[in-house]
């Protein structure tokens, strides 16, 4: 059964009932979905609606330098677990610009509504100034795209979009509005807000599942995406006695420190992470799509294991793995269902769960001792990553930091040393679009008010979006950021090294001095060049009553943890 509840537009000074358009019927509706902020750029298709926003209070809009960043700004609010984050843009150019992050999101997984101007309806198809086929342009990039054409069908299609973008396997969905059907007469009102309950695990389908677990000899549990109750996950590991292993740049699912846990797969795993994978005779799949990275491009998990996939959308099953046991189901819940089934099963083979402990606890401690950062001799005149990742799990150990890593060379330090108990406090892009990291994280910061956002990004990806370093300023949003700055495109660098020859082209960069950029537009900016001083630095920028730059100035060549080679391209 549906979940239901009715909200409106907080509005002052808005336009009269006979006055009211479709752009205000676009806002009331945002408002009874409960929507509180909106990021955009203003462009001509949507003055309408920027106007309506203006005229109400319960919906913040905030402009940013580039609809790129209002895309991944609505990533991050969604993503933090604020209300469902909305992005704006004009049509054409606008849109295009906002491509990249509607693509992130969909590849992600990520809730959001993604609204676009279009041209009046009476000038389509005369290639009019700035036109664009949106639907067909955003169909391949995100869940649902729909054109609205009639001011009285906008609570049915916008408020259809936002129970798409939050139901079953989360994504963007793209809404269309020309600019005729903002500006027309609107006599229709809101719908009520309803949201679906996920779907439930099949009893037949559970039990077939936990006599195969039952039986194992050597099982392990892939977390991914889909699965976010770290209670339950935990709860069929020590039912079954298995370990636990995330998808790439999913470590956050459960706490580090736990004992069933054995690290992250995907780009920097350690061995022992993937080698329990590949000797598994029994794996249990929870919200996993089995990505690329995270098998070794599918190589990883063994055809012999009989295999357990659980994901809410129906299409992930057998779409890399024919499963064994395929269930259509929260991943929450299939895991309680699989942990209370299993006890009665267990109870007669007490020596099989013994032999199972022990190997756990084995394969924990050997990822305890893979996993302990490394200590090096302090180093002067630039930042070691060693030092970063230490000053890094300060700041994971400190209640009320939230952690948000783009993409960076510093990457594969943080998935093999960085251990994250807190729930909810770090967060990564596994999209692999550059320069999320900073506006996912103002996002996040004005989701959760009451903590402290710190994003990890590099140079490369920091420059892409310095710009709306202004908008943080200006908006008096509290962002940390830390720049591993390596003058470089770190990733290619590496490649470049290892599969051309050390043939370097259009990999380093002459970065200005970033703290200086900072103070520049009135944040706060402090550069680093010596391990000594790191954590002073970013102790400095936490205290900090709004944003921060912390300049961590590398060598040009430092780049990934010892013995790690970068994956080729093929």
Request: proline share 8%; aromatic share 6%; charged share 20%.
């Amino acid at each position: 059964m549906p979940e239901s509840s009715s909200g409106s537009a907080s509005s002052s000074g808005s336009a009269s009932s006979s006055g009211r358009t479709g752009a205000d019927l676009v806002v009331e509706c945002l408002a009874a979905e409960g929507v509180t902020h909106v990021f955009g750029l203003p462009g001509t298709t949507i003055m309408d609606l920027i106007d309506s926003l203006a005229r109400q209070d319960g919906i913040r809009y905030l402009s940013t330098r580039h609809e790129q960043v209002a895309g991944f700004m609505a990533d991050g609010f969604s993503r933090a677990g604020g209300p469902l984050g909305v992005c704006l843009a004009s049509r054409g150019p606008g849109a295009a610009n906002l491509a990249i992050a509607v693509q992130n999101a969909y590849d992600e997984s990520i809730p959001m509504l993604v609204l676009i101007g279009q041209v009046p309806s009476a000038i389509v198809e005369r290639r009019s100034f700035e036109e664009m086929d949106v639907v067909a342009a955003f169909r391949p990039l995100c869940k649902r795209v729909v054109e609205v054409h009639r001011p009285e069908r906008v609570p049915e299609l916008v408020q259809r979009a936002v129970r798409t973008a939050v139901t079953g396997r989360p994504g963007p969905v793209v809404v269309s509005l020309p600019l005729d059907v903002l500006q027309a007469p609107a006599a229709a009102a809101a719908a009520p807000r309803v949201r679906f309950h996920a779907p439930a695990p099949d009893p037949g389908g559970i039990a077939e599942a936990a006599r195969l677990l039952a039986a194992a000899e050597r099982p392990a549990i892939i977390v991914g995406g889909g699965a976010r109750d770290a209670t339950a996950l935990l709860g069929l590991a020590e039912a079954a006695a298995a370990p636990i292993v995330s998808t790439w740049l999913r470590k956050n699912a459960v706490p580090n420190g736990h004992p069933a846990f054995c690290g992250p797969l995907g780009y920097g795993a350690h061995d022992v992470s993937e080698r329990l994978v590949r000797e598994a005779d029994v794996i249990v799949a929870l919200g996993c799509r089995f990505s690329e990275f995270t098998t070794r491009r599918w190589t990883l998990v063994p055809g012999s294991a009989q295999l357990v996939h659980v994901d809410v959308d129906p299409d992930e099953l057998g779409r890399v793995h024919l499963p064994r046991v395929g269930l259509v189901s929260d991943a929450a819940a299939a895991a309680r269902a699989l942990a209370a089934a299993l006890p009665p099963l267990l109870a007669d083979d007490l020596e099989r769960a013994e032999r199972r402990g022990n190997r756990r606890a084995a394969l924990r401690k050997e990822y305890e001792n893979a996993a302990a950062p490394p200590s090096t001799p302090p180093r002067s005149g630039t930042v070691s990553s060693a030092a970063l990742v230490h000053a890094v799990q300060e700041l994971a150990d400190r209640d009320g930091i939230v952690l948000v890593q783009d993409v960076h060379t510093f990457g594969p330090w943080v998935a093999r040393h960085l251990a994250v108990e807190r729930p909810a406090s770090y967060y990564a892009s596994a999209g692999g679009a550059m320069a999320w990291g900073f506006p996912a994280a103002m996002g996040m910061a004005l989701a959760r008010p009451d903590q402290r956002v710190v994003a990890i990004s590099g140079d490369g990806s920091f420059w892409m979006v310095a710009q709306d370093l202004e908008t943080c300023v200006r908006e008096r949003i509290p962002v940390v950021n830390l720049i591993v700055n390596n003058f470089a495109y770190g990733n290619t660098r590496d490649r470049q090294r290892t599969a051309h020859g050390g043939r370097y082209h259009g990999v380093f960069l002459d970065n200005p001095d970033f703290a200086a950029y900072a103070r520049l537009l009135g944040a706060h900016g402090v550069r680093v060049t010596d391990d000594a001083d790191l954590r002073a630095a970013i102790a400095e920028a936490i205290a900090q009553p709004g944003p921060s730059v912390v300049d961590v100035v590398q060598d040009p060549m430092e780049g990934l943890p010892p013995g790690l080679t970068p994956p080729a391209a093929r």
